[in-house]
């Protein structure tokens, strides 16, 4: 099965944040996704990504990709790419959104969102644990900058790892820029 929660969008609203006392087992085959769930991204080159790392505003250009843990990826134009925030040791915000293009449609990628993980005992993790930032889109030949990365924080007494923990930023569309990883 898949475990998530609901999107955000200007605000944060949302995430996932469990608290189990024993033993906590992901199998193989299971997954707690939050791609793509964090900040939205601007639908106009106009406009930052939403979030503190949102991506810079493109004007007529393509767009640059939100931050979180990484720095976003410059747009075309040299319109900056989302600032880090957040904390390096413990962080627990979502990813921020990408800035749209200068073209109608060409959105910038959603931010990852956020997983926060709290085992009392062990946390047998085989499964996959993902919170990547969404690819910004291309519209009539602009692009929309990707999303950050999200927040995967694990605080278990023990960890039995042999799945996949994932919080990238998203890819920059027709010379947009990446989102920063989370």
């Not at 889109?137 to 900058?145: P, Q």
């Amino acid at each position: 099965g898949v475990l998530t929660h609901a999107a955000n969008s200007s605000q944060r609203a949302n995430l996932l944040n469990l608290n189990v006392t024993g033993n906590l087992s992901l199998p193989a085959g299971a997954a707690i996704m939050a791609d793509g769930l964090g900040y939205g991204g601007s639908a106009d080159g106009r406009q930052p990504g939403f979030g503190a790392g949102g991506g810079g505003s493109a004007g007529s250009h393509s767009g640059s990709g939100g931050g979180h843990g990484g720095r976003g990826g410059n747009g075309d134009n040299g319109s900056l790419g989302g600032a880090i925030y957040d904390s390096a040791i413990s962080p627990l915000d979502i990813g921020s959104g990408g800035s749209g293009g200068g073209q109608s449609n060409s959105n910038g990628g959603r931010g990852g969102g956020a997983v926060i993980l709290q085992v009392g005992d062990t946390l047998t993790a085989g499964g996959l644990i993902s919170a990547n930032g969404s690819s910004g889109v291309t519209a009539n030949g602009a692009g929309g900058g990707g999303g950050a990365g999200g927040t995967i924080n694990i605080s278990a007494a023990n960890l039995v790892a042999s799945g996949v923990l994932r919080a990238n930023g998203g890819s920059g569309s027709s010379n947009g820029g990446a989102g920063g990883g989370g």
